[in-house]
């Protein structure tokens, strides 16, 4: 089991950065494909994006592809998203997820943990 605990929300103003990170605990985080969603209010959680094992793979949705960059450093059991040029349209709750047969997925039930969240709020 691993238990995921997500950091480096708050505000931020159109077109500028944010980077959330997610901290896993246990000695297994390399076998896990770790995926981001998000939630904004009133809408279903949506795929993000995802990066593999190794870190040498990384899908994005399409709405984010090009502006957010997914890392994971696995000899310090963390995953990043780097998110810039951030719109108001980007403002939801970030959370991070585990999936421990480690294939990377566009489905939040693909995963089998997941963090507390993160808000991730960008103004106009």
């Known amino acids: 089991q691993v238990q995921l605990v997500e950091s480096g929300g708050g505000l931020v103003q159109a077109g500028g950065s944010l980077r959330v990170s997610c901290a896993a605990s246990?000695?297994?985080?390399?076998?896990?494909?770790m995926g981001w969603f998000r939630q904004a209010p009133g809408k279903e959680r949506e795929f993000v994006g995802c990066i593999n094992r190794s870190g040498l793979s990384t899908y994005y949705a399409d709405s984010v592809k090009g502006r957010f960059i997914i890392s994971r450093d696995n000899a310090k059991n963390t995953v990043s998203l780097q998110m810039n040029s951030l719109k108001p349209d980007d403002t939801a709750v970030y959370y991070c997820?585990?999936?421990?047969?480690?294939?990377?997925?566009?489905?939040?039930?693909?995963?089998?943990?997941w963090g507390q969240g993160t808000q991730v709020t960008v103004s106009s």
């Open positions: 997820a585990a999936a421990k047969f480690g294939v990377p997925g566009t489905r939040d039930d693909e995963y089998d943990y």
């Open positions: 246990g000695r297994t985080f390399s076998s896990y494909a």
